[in-house]
């Protein structure tokens, strides 16, 4: 079993800044793609970014240049700094597996003045 536990929402004013961070249980965390995702009310769950076991990393168009996924294997942690938010940005994020398919509870990040 993994579990994951997402953590570093809140509300923040556009242009602002958030780190979110997913902590991961189990013994997949090292060989596991990882990916970010969020959902808005009223709309469906979409990737924001991924990152391979190897580092390889992608983006969702609308974060490129924003957002930078990253990973510490050591701490079994993945990380999604977001900088310069908009509103459209308003959601809960995920954290996912992509070995095992599990996803963290969520945590809900709101841009707004």
């Known amino acids: 079993q993994v579990r994951l536990v997402e953590s570093g929402g809140g509300l923040v004013h556009p242009g602002g800044s958030l780190r979110l961070s997913c902590a991961a249980s189990?013994?997949?965390?090292?060989?596991?793609?990882m990916g970010w995702y969020r959902q808005a009310p009223g709309k469906q769950r979409e990737l924001v970014a991924a990152?391979?076991?190897?580092?390889?990393?992608r983006y969702a168009d609308s974060v490129k240049g924003r957002f930078t996924i990253s990973r510490d294997n050591a701490e079994n942690t993945v990380y999604l700094q977001m900088n310069s938010l908009k509103p459209e940005d308003t959601a809960v994020y995920y954290c996912?597996?992509?070995?095992?398919?599990?996803w963290g509870q969520g945590t809900q990040v709101t841009v707004s003045s």
């Open positions: 189990g013994t997949i965390f090292s060989i596991a793609g």
């Open positions: 990152i391979t076991s190897g580092g390889s990393t």
């Open positions: 996912h597996t992509y070995v095992g398919g599990y």
